[in-house]
T-cell receptor
Framework: EDQVTQSPEALRLQEGESSSLNCSYTVSGLRGLFWYRQDPGKGPEFLFTLYSAGEEKEKERLKATLTKKESFLHITAPKPEDSATYLCAVQPDFRATDSWGKLQFGAGTQVVVTP | NAGVTQTPKFRILKIGQSMTLQCTQDMNHNYMYWYRQDPGMGLKLIYY???????DKGEVPNGYNVSRSTTEDFPLRLELAAPSQTSVYFC??????????????FGPGTRLLVL
């Protein structure tokens, strides 16, 4: 069964204090791994898609990396506006399972950045 | 582009009442999805559609129904509301050329309270 586990559940950072969020996954063939940001009371906002081990993507203070078993979201010198819940989701390869078209989401990591 | 829009933003229902959650997208996406999000849990797929007239069950379809008569609209129907359906509901859409889905874009959500 496909599974996605995110850690830690919550993270409190001082402004400027870099850290990493983890997304561990078990899936029968990975087509893509997605990172989303979700602000309170809003819908998830797309950040990155990673397709193969070794791939990296960056956006401002965020950098996502991917291995065969996990993905990391690195937050460098965070600012208070980076406070949000970060969601990870995996898309199974439709050739390996019948999960075609279905994302499996983790529970998220809630990040709070204080000034 | 408005993206994905959802109405209403918030609703209180009594047990046994019915309602329809509306979802519209203006990105000409062929795939549309309904998820529910409960505290501390990942997003769970309720139903999805790969095009007008085609729908299929997700992970948690019981108690819900959908229809897709146009590319733009994908309403979610609750027939007999139960307290277990108290949740935040998100609609999403994506475009796929046939080899598998691409990035999903989410609406702002509908918060539903069943009492």
């Amino acid at each position: 069964e496909d599974q996605v586990t995110q850690s830690p559940e919550a993270l409190r950072l001082q402004e400027g204090e870099s850290s990493s969020l983890n997304c561990s996954y078990t899936v029968s063939g990975l087509r893509g791994l997605f990172w989303y940001r979700q602000d309170p009371g809003k819908g998830p906002e797309f950040l990155f898609t990673l397709y193969s081990a070794g791939e990296e993507k960056e956006k401002e203070r965020l950098k996502a990396t991917l291995t065969k078993k996990e993905s990391f979201l690195h937050i460098t010198a965070p600012k208070p506006e980076d406070s949000a819940t970060y969601l990870c989701a995996v898309q199974p390869d439709f050739r390996a399972t019948d999960s075609w078209g279905k994302l499996q989401f983790g529970a998220g990591t809630q990040v709070v950045v204080t000034p | 582009n408005a993206g994905v829009t959802q109405t209403p933003k918030f609703r209180i229902l009594k047990i046994g009442q019915s309602m329809t959650l509306q979802c519209t997208q203006d990105m000409n996406h062929n795939y549309m999805y309904w998820y529910r999000q409960d505290p501390g849990m990942g997003l769970k797929l309720i139903y999805y559609s790969v095009g007008a007239g085609i729908t299929d069950k997700g992970e948690v379809p019981n108690g819900y129904n959908v229809s897709r008569s146009t590319t733009e609209d994908f309403p979610l129907r609750l027939e007999l509301a139960a307290p277990s359906q108290t949740s935040v509901y998100f609609c999403a859409s994506s475009y796929s050329a046939g080899s598998g889905q691409e990035t999903q874009y989410f609406g702002p959500g509908t918060r539903l309270l069943v009492l």
